[in-house]
């Protein structure tokens, strides 16, 4: 089991630090309204994530093989959470000024958009297809798969983060802050085009 370890460690950084909704946001929501305000979504994403996996080593795959329409319906209600957070992140504005939108996405909120993260939803079914084994094994295989993926995403969304907060730095302006959110979102937006090529 062991020997599997490095390469999933790879397999981990790769998925958690590539750019995706989560990250995209996680930078928007440092940007927008700092890292303190930002730790319940960074908290929400690692979370979730974490409970996806355990969700798909338990058979989930298995059960959106049984009723792929359930697979689709969940793809498209995906499809139009990430339209409704690309917008928000467009009208965030400046949290200091009192406009746009007050608060960074919850704890729940971040956990609950892992279930429609496309991104999330291919790397965990891809993750546990690879990694696992089954039988008598599935237990120590799926703790291991889910404390590696644990460190990897807690990791890239801090990093992700402490990028918005930086970045925050060099936006001096109203102009220069809504020209970064709707950089972020239309990435966000990106993400969902991407999904039907």
């Known amino acids: 089991m062991t020997e599997n370890l490095l390469p999933l460690a790879l397999f981990a950084i790769a ?30 994403v690692t979370v979730g994530f974490v409970v996806l996996l355990v969700a798909f080593g338990l058979g989930l795959g298995q059960f959106f093989m049984l009723f792929p329409r359930l697979h689709d319906a969940l793809r498209f209600v995906g499809v139009a959470y990430l339209l409704y957070l690309a917008w928000r992140i467009a009208t965030a504005g400046d949290p200091a000024a009192g406009k746009g939108s007050s608060r960074p996405l919850t704890f729940v909120e971040a956990a609950l958009f892992q279930w429609v993260n496309v991104k999330g939803l291919v790397v965990a079914a891809s993750v546990v297809t690879a990694y696992t084994t089954g039988g008598t094994r599935l237990a120590s295989e799926l703790t291991m798969i889910v404390v590696v993926f644990a460190l990897a995403t807690a990791g890239a969304v801090i990093v992700y983060c402490l990028f918005g907060v930086a970045i925050n730095r060099l ?16 990435l966000v937006a990106l993400s969902v085009g991407l999904l039907f090529i």
């Open 15 to 44: 998925g958690a630090f590539t750019p995706g909704p989560n990250n995209v946001m996680v930078t928007a929501s440092g940007q927008a309204f700092g890292f303190a305000r930002s730790v319940p979504h960074m908290a929400g």
């Open 171 to 186: 936006l001096k302006s109203d102009r220069a802050r809504r020209l970064f959110n709707y950089s972020m979102a239309a």
